[in-house]
């Protein structure tokens, strides 16, 4: 408990033998020191992880805390909250349709989380990686839409520009669209939403919604 | 703002993050050595400009779609004085000085950045240089100030170039851009002492501890236009908490080091090493405001996260 609140680049927070080293850290002369400005905290390691960790020593020791660092909101006078947050592998990302061809549908990711980004980053979602059966039968044109709002999963950090994004699960897929009228449409089925004004349905792969 | 602190009667400048709410990340930095020394100058313009800099960064955004796959951030640094910046105008384009003196920027971040926590990101360090320090200032031409190396790309980029350090550190900082530690940024200079017991002006350390008849003396933070001649200077990018320099930049001759006519019949005096040492010394008292004011800086960020909740 010897670590102080608020910590600046290079703080040392504690020795590395005691703690592990979380977001926001890094380890320097067996001190864990922080590397970002925010408030210190200080969880229980998750018991999968803490095998795999090179701090925690030998095995069944009980696991090291972890020491992490708070990104707390950017900019002081920046009410909107920006955060400079990159999408990880698993997590799950809020992305609008840009473009989409028979091979993948291009994405724009808006939101990693729970956090907005403060820019857009490209995404794609490849046809093989739009659900988990039947994947052969998948086509891109039936599942989004340019516009819908899609709830994805980061698989890979992907090429040059792209992060891969799948939706390839329940709780994945459109969340919000609008149909060919521009009304907004509700999910009626795990692949058709329906326009409240005209009564048409179109095919998307729908996000489970609750 | 507005306060100058001093210690040992080092300059220390004044900076304070956060002021650019478009940017990810700001700092402004100001340094003024006039402060201490008008008071024996008969005129009512200062004797020695001040140094002001203002710092944004920009990022971590997403690369480029030309850009090839990084596995690190990609840091850019762009250094450009405005255009009122000094006496002598400056152009709109940057010059040859100014991009020397980004490189150089570019070295000491470099160094601090924990570059494979952003993959697929550039980050963007611009600096403005609102007011820097030039060899001359007015009237200086008279009293004799420094006949250095030209009115642009002289002495005085060494001092641009050490706030450049420190205010970009703390906008990284601002920005919340992994770095190992802050870097901060101090100069030491070997100046010809003033003739016939002329008193040193405030705010240069006499650091060497030497004779009457010594020639040459060390100072911190030299300002060069307080002085006859400068005739070595040495700028450090300096990170305190784990005693590495990630920038040194040295210039000119060190008097006893050559064979120079005026000080055959002199004991060696510094070293390439003492020099260093001093800038070191000099960074170490600018990484106490630096600490400070990112301190300060977080501490602003936590107090408005918890009123939020």
Known sequence: ?210 | MGVYRCIDNTLLPVLKTGLTPSASGSAYLELSPSAYTNETSPSLVPSSPALKLTCTVHGPRPLPRSAPFTPQIQLSTHIKFAPFAARQRRGYIRDASERDLAVHLETAIRGIIIGTRWPKSTVEVVITVLEGEEDRWWGEESRGGTTGVGNVGGWGMMNVLAGCITVASAAIADAGIDCLDLVSGGVAAIVKSPQSGKKLPDGDTDMAGIEENNQWQLVLDPAPSEHQEICAACVVGYLSARDEITELWLRGNIPGTTKSPTNNSQPQMAGVGELVDKAVEAAVAVRLVLGEAVREAAELKVGQNSGDR
């Not at chain 1, 969880?43 to 020593?57: D, F, L």
């Not at chain 1, 992305?95 to 091979?103: C, D, E």
């Not at chain 1, 520009?161 to 390839?168: C, D, K, V």
Request: hydrophobic share 40%.
């Open chain 1, 1 to 210: 408990m010897a670590y102080p609140p608020i910590a600046i680049p290079g703080q040392p927070l504690g020795p590395a033998s005691q703690y592990a080293s979380g977001p926001g850290t890094h380890i320097q002369n067996s001190q864990v020191c922080a590397s970002i400005i925010g408030t210190v905290a200080e969880c229980a390691q998750y018991a999968a992880s803490g095998k795999s960790k090179v701090g925690s020593g030998k095995a069944g020791e009980a696991p090291l805390p972890v020491l992490s660092i708070q990104r707390s909101a950017q900019s002081a006078s920046n009410d909107a909250a920006l955060t400079n947050i990159l999408p990880e592998v698993d997590a799950v990302v809020l992305a609008r349709v840009t473009r989409i061809n028979p091979r993948q549908a291009t994405v724009a990711i808006l939101v990693v989380g729970e956090t907005v980004c403060s820019d857009e980053f490209p995404g794609l979602i490849r046809v093989q990686d739009v659900r988990a059966t039947e994947k052969d039968k998948v086509k891109i044109f039936s599942s989004f839409r340019p516009g819908d709002i899609v709830r994805a999963q980061v698989i890979s950090l992907g090429d040059q520009s792209n992060y891969y994004l799948s939706t390839a699960s329940n709780h994945l897929g459109v969340v919000m669209a609008t149909s060919d009228r521009g009304n907004t449409m509700y999910p009626i089925s795990w692949k058709e939403f329906k326009d409240p004004v005209t009564g048409a349905t179109e095919s998307r792969k729908a996000a489970k919604p609750f």
